[in-house]
């Protein structure tokens, strides 16, 4: 009895007989805690997607990115990712609140490999984990339920030609995005943000 395959899944199996591969995948890829090179795969990205979706059942897919290693691996149950400012409409992160069940995938475009992994999120403060996350907002911890490996015939092969220059680091001022210059957004910004304050011909602000 597969614990991962519903009678939708087994439809689609049968109709284009894949049911033996599939039941062979589930029973030899698939595990519930990351292992040894898992880890060493998730902490060596820059980058991540992450499927969500509300109490409706409604999904939402956002890309998340930071420096190599932003996404730590606690334990072989636990990851944690920093929450960094965004556009203040919190779509993922207020869906997790709904409905914690999540979606991550890894990509390593350059040297084709991805991973999944399904788990349940919680949203923690940003000083509950060590050492501390410069600029989050919070952290999101995901207890893994599935890790899996994925086919990566389709990975277009890319490679990197620059960081972004948003990612926040210790002891360096962090750019402003242009957008928040904009007519539409200046005026609703929080309290507080960088961008509200007068303009400096000296800062560090930009236009990406």
């Known amino acids: 009895m597969s614990k991962l395959y519903g009678e939708s899944h087994r439809k689609l199996q049968r109709e284009f007989d894949t049911e033996r591969l599939a039941d062979r995948i589930e ?25 969500t ?34 556009n203040g409409m919190y779509l993922s992160m207020g869906n997790t609140l709904e409905n914690p069940e999540v979606g991550m995938l890894f990509i390593d475009f350059e040297k084709g490999k991805r991973m999944r992994l399904n788990g349940t999120a919680r949203i923690e403060p940003v000083n509950s984990v060590e050492p501390a996350y410069p600029e989050a907002q ?5 207890e893994v339920r599935q890790i899996f490996p994925n086919c990566p015939r389709y990975i277009h092969k890319m490679q990197l030609v620059e960081r972004s220059s948003f990612v ?41």
């Open 27 to 51: 029973e030899r890829l698939f595990h519930k805690h990351i292992m040894p090179d898992d880890r060493a795969f998730i902490e060596r990205l820059d980058m991540f997607f992450l499927a």
């Open 53 to 86: 979706a509300d109490k409706e059942g409604r999904p939402n897919c956002s890309y998340k990115g930071g420096d190599p290693g932003f996404v730590r691996v606690l334990d072989p149950q636990t990851l944690v990712f920093p929450n960094y400012d965004g």
């Open 138 to 142: 919070f952290v999101v911890k995901v």
């Open 168 to 208: 926040p680091h210790a002891a360096v001022a962090t750019p402003v995005p242009g957008w928040k210059r904009s007519e539409w957004a200046c005026d609703v910004l929080p309290e507080g943000d960088p961008a509200r304050l007068p303009d400096d011909p000296d800062s560090r602000t930009t236009q990406r």
